[in-house]
């Protein structure tokens, strides 16, 4: 897997909310990634559609927040 340098994250709900992460925000895992819950509390429970972004590929798709 590639280092991940220059990564902005863009999160948000579908009221419209939005946050903007990036790498410092993240908690790398062994098998997965986690945002920190406060990062995000504002969001609405449900769908959370997400977009990720490197210096290398953009990638997006739907989370769930329970």
Request: proline residues 0%; glycine residues 8%.
């Amino acid at each position: 897997m590639k280092e991940l340098k220059d990564v902005s994250i863009l999160l948000q709900d579908s009221q419209g909310g939005s946050v903007m992460l990036n790498y410092d925000d993240l908690i790398i895992g062994e098998n997965e990634i986690e945002i920190a819950a406060s990062l995000v509390s504002f969001l609405q429970n449900g769908s959370i559609f997400y977009t990720i972004a490197t210096d290398e590929q953009v990638q997006s798709g739907t989370i769930i927040k329970l």
